[in-house]
């Protein structure tokens, strides 16, 4: 089983609508969850990080974490053509590996005009 | 951008060869990282460094070494290049000091090894 795994892909979705990623994760002692987008060819950039249960909103972007079901998700709502990339969930664990992360191997989301 | 740059940016080598491939950064960060990634993966960690001369493995680790002699350089050697090195590498640091729980992820560097 692998540490992190993503919904595979790719998604696509109509423009205006709600695009749904998520990610499970194994390592119950993760402590940060992370939300990075990756356009072709470039490197992958912070758009979302989550700490403890519940939503986390940010404009468009709303980051929902359950550590009792080892899942987290990241829903972009009004979805635009500027929205297509690779969408990394990446976890953090606690203690000893709290400078370590762990990335799924991405979902890609395409927006379709 | 936390002013973190890699050198080369492209490399083609043949197999055999040695590779050192650079990471510099202007931030103070006290983590670095190296990691590849391959079509149909996200970023898989090679090694690790939480302060001059302290690295650690990742998780592919093998057929790498890695050392940091000052703060804001990074570098990673492959000893004798082979053909499954061929992928893009980033370089990364964070910062476990700041508020903002930030990984920042330099340019890359594409490794064809032939």
């Known amino acids: 089983q692998k540490e992190v795994e993503q919904n595979s892909g790719p998604l696509s979705v109509p423009e205006g609508a709600i695009a749904s990623l998520n990610c499970t994760y194994s390592?119950?002692?993760?402590?940060?969850f992370f939300w990075y987008r990756q356009y072709s060819g470039k490197s992958p950039e912070l758009i979302m990080s989550?700490?403890?249960?519940g939503d986390k909103e940010d404009g468009r972007f709303t980051a929902q974490l359950n550590k009792a079901s080892q899942y987290v998700s990241l829903l972009i709502r009004d979805s635009q053509p500027s929205d297509s990339a690779t969408y990394l969930c990446?976890?953090?664990?606690?203690?000893?590996?709290?400078?370590?992360?762990?990335f799924g191997d991405g979902t890609t989301l395409t927006v379709k005009p | 951008d936390a002013g973190i740059t890699q050198s080369p940016r492209h490399k083609v080598t043949e197999t055999g060869t040695p590779v050192t491939l650079r990471c510099h950064q202007t931030e103070n960060h006290r983590y670095m990282y190296w990691y590849r990634q391959d079509p149909g993966h996200g970023l898989r960690l090679i090694h690790y460094?939480?302060?001059?001369?302290?690295?650690d493995k990742g998780e592919v680790s093998d057929g790498y070494s890695v050392s940091r002699s000052k703060t804001e350089d990074f570098l990673l050697t492959l000893e004798s290049a082979t053909s499954s090195q061929t992928s893009v590498y980033f370089c990364a640091t964070y910062n476990d000091r700041a508020p903002t729980d930030t990984q920042y992820f330099g340019p890359g560097t594409r490794l064809t090894v032939l």
């Open positions: 990446a976890v953090r664990g606690g203690g000893t590996n709290a400078g370590k992360s762990t």
């Open positions: 989550i700490y403890s249960n």
């Open positions: 390592d119950r002692g993760s402590q940060s």
């Open positions: 460094s939480y302060g001059v001369k302290d690295t």
